[in-house]
T-cell receptor
């Protein structure tokens, strides 16, 4: 049973436009969410995170929005740049007893930003 | 500064052989994690070490998998009697309370 779902395997946008990557989760015990970016043959790189006590976190061109009632989060990249082309993973961490450290990942969304 | 280092970067072995994968975490990071990513899948948690505490092995898929962390630093993931379904990228991460930082992984191929 997938607890973190990224329903779009791929997304293509034009340079300069907004990229919106979506993520849904089912486990209400998740209280901390992260986005990672991954280039081929490299490990995932931490991008931005959000705690469940917030609904928005912004860092430069990257903004993460959290809708707890809908169990949905999204990553907005604006303006998108060709160098943003990568696989983006949504991850969640719970606070259930001793399990508040391991991350549960979605399957990823391949973002392609076209010049 | 130095990130998480994993070796080897690629490993090809025959079914039934044992393999050892190594992870050097970021200096000072007390937590160390192993994940694996099979083709087309997200990252799957395997095992977690925190300081001197007993590791959380709840993600290990079978008793053929084991891991140790010596001196609170370097970790080795061992897979015995490898099977074709063990083929995946094995990723190590470390952290000090904040986000986990990943190495580039070991791509394991079982023939």
């Amino acid at each position: 049973d997938q607890q973190v779902k990224q329903n779009s395997p791929s997304l293509s946008v034009q340079e300069g436009r907004i990229s919106i990557l979506n993520c849904d989760y089912t486990n209400s015990m998740f209280d901390y969410f992260l986005w990672y970016k991954k280039y081929p043959a490299e490990g995932p790189t931490f991008l931005i995170s959000i705690s469940s006590i917030k609904d928005k976190n912004e860092d430069g061109r990257f903004t993460v929005f959290l809708n707890k009632s809908a169990k949905h989060l999204s990553l907005h990249i604006v303006p998108s740049q060709p160098g943003d082309s990568a696989v983006y993973f949504c991850a969640a961490r719970g606070n259930s007893g001793g399990s508040n450290y391991k991350l549960t990942f979605g399957k990823g969304t391949l973002l392609t930003v076209n010049p | 500064g130095a990130g998480v280092s994993q070796s080897p970067s690629n490993k090809v072995t025959e079914k039934g052989k044992d393999v050892e994968l190594r992870c050097d975490p970021i200096s000072g990071h007390t937590a160390l994690y192993w994940y694996r990513q099979s083709l087309g899948q997200g990252l799957e948690f395997l095992i977690y070490f925190q300081g001197n505490s007993a590791p959380d092995k709840s993600g290990l898929p079978s008793d053929r998998f084991s891991a140790e962390r010596t001196g609170g630093s370097v970790s080795t993931l061992t897979i015995q009697r490898t099977q074709q379904e063990d083929s995946a990228v094995y990723l190590c991460a470390s952290s000090l309370g904040g986000p986990q930082h990943f190495g580039d992984g070991t791509r394991l191929s079982i023939l």
